[in-house]
């Protein structure tokens, strides 16, 4: 079946350091991979996405590359800041003939940025 | 345009008593969701509708029933409360399967069922 497992959080980084979240997914067919971002108190807003192999989602200094030979689609970002500090969520959603735009989550990874 | 909205945003039940779960957008979107968040487990899709008429069981529909009411609304019941229904609730929306666009979130219900 399909699914998503991201790294066990929380992750705690000091204000201005690199991140790396890991993301990797099993699925039948060709997926579209996403990456979400809750904020406290908040619903989850669409951080950045990508529709094929080796394409690069990109937004707010955040980047990640849907790697098809590793099934992998791990965030990155280069400085994180103390706004970053969120539950960020893998996702991916199976296309095709029966496509329902279904996502189907990670189990979230909890994001900590110290001043 | 408000997005997608959700009432009420927080609610305690006691076991065995019913409620409903009002989801609303005004996005001319098609399809609509219905998640639950529980801790380490990522969002779950409770029911889906794919269109304004069809509705279609997910990955964790036992204890609720949904109603697409018309394009812009879908309902959530719990006919029977249950502790183990105790969860934050998420309506999304998206306007078109078919091209990947972004899904857009409510902001959730945080339901405690005692």
């Known amino acids: 079946g399909n699914s998503v497992t991201q790294m066990e959080g929380p992750v705690t980084l000091s204000e201005e350091a690199f991140l790396t979240i890991n993301c990797t997914y099993t699925a039948t067919g060709y997926p579209s991979l996403f990456w979400y971002v809750q904020y406290p108190g908040e619903g989850l807003q669409l951080l950045l996405k990508?529709?094929?192999?080796?394409d690069k989602g990109s937004n707010k200094g955040f980047e990640a590359t849907y790697r098809k030979e590793t099934t992998s689609f791990h965030l990155e970002k280069g400085s994180v800041q103390v706004s970053d500090s969120a539950v960020y969520f893998c996702?991916?959603?199976?296309?095709?003939?029966?496509?329902?735009?279904?996502?189907?989550f990670g189990q979230g990874t909890t994001l900590q940025v110290k001043p | 345009n408000a997005g997608v909205t959700q009432t009420p945003k927080f609610q305690v039940l006691k076991t065995g008593q019913s409620m409903t779960l009002q989801c609303a957008q005004d996005?001319?979107?098609?399809?609509m969701y219905w998640y639950r968040q529980d801790p380490g487990m990522g969002l779950r899709l409770i029911y889906y509708?794919?269109?304004?008429?069809?509705?279609d069981k997910g990955e964790v529909p036992n204890g609720y029933n949904v109603s697409r009411l018309n394009k812009r609304e879908f309902s959530l019941r719990l006919e029977s409360a249950a502790p183990s229904q105790t969860s934050v609730y998420f309506c999304?929306?998206?306007?078109?399967?078919?091209?990947?666009?972004?899904?857009?979130f409510g902001p959730g219900t945080r339901l405690t069922v005692l």
């Open positions: 999304a929306s998206i306007a078109d399967v078919s091209s990947y666009n972004e899904q857009f």
């Open positions: 990508a529709t094929k192999a080796d």
């Open positions: 996005m001319n979107h098609n399809s």
């Open positions: 996702a991916l959603s199976v296309g095709g003939f029966s496509n329902t735009g279904k996502l189907i």
């Open positions: 509708s794919a269109s304004e008429g069809t509705t």
